[in-house]
C-alpha cells in the first residue's frame, strides 16, 4: 500500500498528542515504514474494568482510528489478565478485585461501543491472558528481576500512597510489568495511552529493549476534562458524555461543558479538519452559543446519525428553550381522588434508575411539578379531576401525568 508523506502522517498523528517519546524515534520508524511499506504496529491496552465508555475513551480510541485511516496495523489489547490486578495508575489505594465473568460481560459491550470509533475489519483484537495467563511463577520472577523496587517507587502514585503510609499490595507492582509484557510479546513499533499512563508505557520500552527488540515509541494523549469543567471526564465524577447513551441526553449534556473546554472537544472528538480548527477558535470567542450548538450536534451526529442528531437538538429547543413537554415524554393516568407518592410515580415512569437517584435529584432542586421544585422526598399527589401535570426530572426527563 501507499503511505502518506512523513510530515503529513506527522500532522495527523500530533493533532491533540501531549507528548511523544522520543518523536525523533518516530520520525525514523516512520520513514522505514514507508520505504519497507511495511505498516507500523500500534498498541491500545485496554482494562474492560467498566462496561461503558464516555467521549473521554473516545480521545484514545480516535488516535488509533487515526493511525488505521494512514494505513497502519491497529492492536486492540483486551486486559483480561490485567484487569484481574487492577491498574494502579491515579489511584490512592488498592483496586478492588473483579471476576472473571464481570471481565468478560464488560469487554463484550467494551468492543461493542469502541466498534462506534473503530475501523473493525481493520482491527486486530487480542486478550493478554492468552500470553500472560502461561507463564509460569519462574518467568515471573525473572520478568520481576527487570525492575527495581526504587524505579517503582518513583511512579507518582506509589510515591504518594507511600509517604502517606497508605498500603501498596506487592501485585500492583506487577502491574507495569505485565502491560510492558504485552509489548513484547507483540512487538508494538507505538504505544497509545493517557499522560497518567507515561511509566507504563516506558516500562514497555524498557522490557523490549532488554528483549533485544527495537523499543517502541510512547504517544501519550490528554486525559479529556468532563462536563464539569474540572475533574478529568468519569463516570464516578458524574460529569461524562456516554458514547452509548440517548441521542437527546448526549446533545444536552454537550451544552453543558464550559465555553473554555470548547475547542478542546473539537479538537480531541470531533472529526472537524486541522484547517477548521483555525475558525473554530474565533467563532467560539464571537459566537459561543451556536458554537456550543454546532458541537452537541457534531457529537450526536457522529453516535447516532444525523436524523437523531436533528431530531436532539429540536428536542432542546422544545424542552429547554420553549419548555414544553415533548410529544415523546410517557403519559401516566391516575385515579381522580386518589393518592400517590411521587417517588412512586418517579420510577413507574422510569425516569431515574432508582429511588436514591430520584432523592438525591429532589434534594438538589432537580425535580418539579408544572414548574414548582420539588424537594421533599416524601411529597404525596392528590390527583383532581381534570388534572394535567407535567414532571420533569434533570434537565431532560419529562412524564405527563393526567387524572380520569
Not at 488498592?94 to 463484550?108: D, F, Q, V
Not at 507483540?186 to 514497555?204: I, P
Not at 462536563?227 to 448526549?250: F, L, V
Not at 399527589?381 to 412524564?399: H, M, P, Q, S
Request: proline share 4%; glycine share 6%; net charge negative.
Amino acid at each position: 500500500m501507499s503511505f502518506p508523506s512523513i510530515d503529513e502522517q506527522l500532522n495527523v498523528i500530533k493533532r491533540g498528542t501531549v507528548e511523544i517519546v522520543p518523536e525523533e524515534d518516530l520520525v525514523e520508524k516512520l520513514k522505514k515504514s514507508k520505504k519497507e511499506n511495511r505498516p507500523l504496529r500500534i498498541k491500545l491496552g485496554c482494562d474492560p474494568t467498566r462496561p461503558d465508555l464516555h467521549l473521554g475513551h473516545s480521545v484514545i480510541l480516535r488516535k488509533l482510528r487515526q493511525f488505521q485511516d494512514l494505513g497502519h496495523h491497529v492492536i486492540l489489547i483486551i486486559g483480561d489478565f490485567t484487569a484481574l490486578i487492577g491498574d494502579p495508575t491515579g489511584q490512592n489505594k488498592t483496586r478492588p478485585s473483579l471476576t472473571e465473568e464481570e471481565i468478560k460481560e464488560n469487554a463484550r459491550t467494551y468492543l461493542d461501543q469502541a466498534g462506534k470509533i473503530l475501523d473493525g475489519k481493520k482491527t486486530e483484537i487480542v486478550y493478554n491472558s492468552e500470553w500472560l495467563g502461561d507463564m509460569k511463577f519462574q518467568d515471573v520472577i525473572l520478568l520481576t528481576s527487570k525492575m527495581t523496587v526504587a524505579r517503582m517507587i518513583e511512579r507518582d502514585d506509589f510515591s504518594k500512597r507511600y509517604k502517606n503510609n497508605e498500603s501498596i499490595s506487592l501485585h500492583e507492582f506487577l502491574y507495569p510489568l505485565a502491560q510492558g509484557q504485552d509489548s513484547v510479546h507483540l512487538k508494538s513499533d507505538v504505544e497509545l495511552g493517557g499522560t497518567d499512563q507515561k511509566f507504563n508505557l516506558l516500562v514497555g520500552r524498557d522490557l523490549q529493549r532488554d528483549a533485544g527488540q527495537d523499543p517502541q515509541v510512547c504517544l501519550m494523549m490528554p486525559l479529556l476534562v468532563g462536563t464539569d469543567g474540572s475533574q478529568k471526564m468519569s463516570k464516578s465524577y458524574d460529569n461524562y458524555i456516554g458514547i452509548d447513551e440517548p441521542a437527546n441526553d448526549m446533545y444536552g449534556k454537550a451544552l453543558s461543558i464550559p465555553d473554555e473546554l470548547m475547542y478542546s472537544y473539537y479538537e480531541l472528538v470531533t472529526d472537524i479538519s486541522t484547517d477548521e480548527l483555525e475558525t473554530i477558535k474565533k467563532r467560539i470567542e464571537e459566537d459561543p452559543r451556536n458554537t456550543k450548538h454546532d458541537l452537541a450536534f457534531t457529537v450526536t451526529r457522529m453516535y447516532h446519525g444525523e436524523e437523531a442528531a436533528k431530531a436532539a437538538r429540536k428536542y432542546f429547543e422544545q424542552t429547554v428553550i420553549n419548555k414544553d413537554i415533548p410529544d415523546d415524554a410517557p403519559e401516566l393516568t391516575f385515579e381522580a381522588g386518589s393518592t400517590h407518592r411521587l417517588l412512586d410515580i418517579i420510577a413507574e415512569a422510569n425516569l431515574t434508575s432508582s429511588n436514591g437517584e430520584a432523592k438525591r435529584m429532589m434534594k438538589q432542586g432537580g425535580v418539579s411539578l408544572d414548574d414548582e421544585k420539588i424537594k421533599s422526598p416524601g411529597h404525596e399527589i392528590t390527583f383532581k379531576e381534570g388534572d394535567e401535570l407535567a414532571l420533569k426530572v434533570g434537565k431532560r426527563k419529562f412524564a405527563k401525568l393526567k387524572a380520569v
